[in-house]
């Protein structure tokens, strides 16, 4: 059987990246049976496909709602001269789909970035915040202007996208909206597509973008366990996050970046601390000293710094005082996460 | 794995630890609570800890005094040598954050 190796060479920004190789991953397989792996190598994640190369896209994959949420920042106009940029990235796939995987055979290939760029498309927020229009231009004196938008080669463009509508997972707040994504370290695509369309469906606490990503976090690790899902099937190390907030008009970047899973999985040695954890996670909802909880604990999460776990052990002594109902934790689990309380 | 964890496994930290906790659930000791919570020198440790000793011991005789059948649990002056010891080495805020966390917990029996 043939095998093949695609090349997604990391450009820095990282959740643009991550959804490049994903999307690449889902260009070559599509909605078929059979398995596709993706590795991180550091400089570069590795698509490795064995099987005949497909010589078209398979057309399910223009489907689905994650579309409208990566271009949400969009404005459809009647008079638009411009198609709406899920329409280009369909073009791409559908008309360049050779050359899209045959750039992506050369290790040497890196996306073009630039203000502009020879038949380049959009980088839109939504998929690296690093992309929005205030990061990059300074602002003199008086004067104002929003900068110019970032472009990017059609090819990586139109498969970064396409990982974001398929393996993004979207949450949305009262005022912000977040972008959640697993790096995939070692993965293989059938069981990474199964545990992200799972975490999609999950209820997450959505009070603030921080306890979403902890949120987040906390479930996927329980996910990995509940399946016995083994390391050389899925293995991720971090999980990407991008975050903007809600305005009266268009989302603005609020921020973004990667939290790196080793605290969680030291303490998911213990089961049971992962299923505590998501209990007060779900608490979050009920306003007052259980949301404060949820909160304190998503700093905890991710920063377990002695000062943040003091703030967190201190808040739930309170709630417990007060008589709420709040779950116990018992010495096994709250010493399996005293023994990875950093700098002490 | 974290120093905190072997104090919150040492004998004294879990002897006053257990105080703490009887202390805060059956005689309502909150003001040693947030005196714990507040330290920040070894001077303010020890005077903290000499007034929660002085609080548990007139619950604990007012325990034993109600229940003349049975004997309050009270550390003992090793302990608390120990206790003030451990601080000195490592740090005033490690050693009461693992105190609060005794009495934060249940014992996994109990729990369930």
């Given at each position: 059987m043939l095998g093949y190796r695609f090349f997604v060479n990391k450009t820095g920004l990282d959740l643009f990246d991550a959804f490049r190789a994903y999307g690449l991953a889902i260009a070559v397989k599509g909605f078929k049976p059979g398995d596709i792996k993706i590795e991180d190598f550091g400089s570069a994640y590795v698509v490795q496909f064995e099987g005949e190369l497909p010589k078209?896209?398979?057309?399910?994959?223009?489907?689905?709602?994650?579309w409208r949420r990566i271009f949400r920042t969009f404005r459809e106009r009647k008079d638009a001269k411009r198609k709406h940029p899920k329409d280009i990235v369909k073009g791409v796939l559908v008309q360049d789909f050779n050359k899209v995987l045959q750039i992506h055979q050369d290790p040497d290939f890196m996306p073009q970035i630039d203000d502009k760029v020879k038949d380049g498309i959009t980088l839109y927020?939504?998929?690296?915040?690093?992309?929005?229009?205030?990061?990059?231009e300074t602002k003199l004196c008086k004067s104002y202007h929003e900068g110019t938008q970032i472009q990017v080669d059609k090819y990586s463009g139109a498969i970064a996208y396409l990982g974001a509508a398929h393996f993004g997972c979207w949450q949305e707040g009262v005022d912000f909206i977040t972008c959640l994504l697993p790096n995939?370290?070692?993965?293989?695509f059938l069981s990474a597509r199964q545990v992200q369309r799972d975490l999609t469906n999950e209820n997450l606490c959505r009070v603030s973008s921080s306890v979403t990503l902890a949120h987040y976090s906390v479930r996927l690790m329980i996910l990995l366990q509940k399946h016995k899902i083994t390391d050389s099937e899925v293995a991720y190390d971090s999980v990407l996050f991008n975050v903007m907030r809600k305005t009266g008009q268009q989302p603005k970047p609020a921020g973004g970046g990667r939290y790196e899973l080793d605290f969680l999985k030291e303490v998911a040695q213990e089961r049971e601390t992962l299923i505590m954890m998501d209990k007060i996670f779900n608490m979050g909802?009920?306003?007052?000293i259980k949301q404060d909880m949820a909160m304190r604990l998503a700093d905890f999460v991710l920063d377990p710094s002695l000062e943040n776990f003091r703030k967190y052990q201190n808040l739930h002594l309170r709630a417990y005082l007060n008589k709420e109902k709040v779950p116990h934790w018992n010495d096994r689990t709250w010493g399996e996460v005293m023994k990875h309380v950093q700098n002490v | 794995m974290s120093r905190m964890y072997e104090l919150f496994q040492n004998p004294a930290v879990k002897s006053f630890g257990m105080a703490l906790r009887l202390a805060v659930a059956q005689h309502e000791d909150y003001a040693s609570l947030v005196e714990l919570e507040y330290v920040e020198n070894i001077q303010q440790f020890t005077a903290a800890v000499k007034k929660f000793l002085r609080r548990y011991d007139s619950g604990a005789r007012r325990y034993e005094r109600e229940h003349p059948d049975k004997s309050a649990f009270k550390p003992t002056e090793d302990d608390l040598t120990d206790l003030i010891k451990l601080a000195e080495e490592n740090g005033v805020d490690v050693v009461c954050a693992t105190l609060v966390a005794h009495a934060l917990v249940r014992p996994a029996k109990e729990a369930e």
């Open positions: 078209y896209p398979d057309s399910q994959i223009f489907g689905g709602d994650g927020q939504s998929i690296d915040v690093s992309a929005a229009k205030g990061f990059r995939p370290f070692k993965v293989l909802f009920v306003k007052g | -």
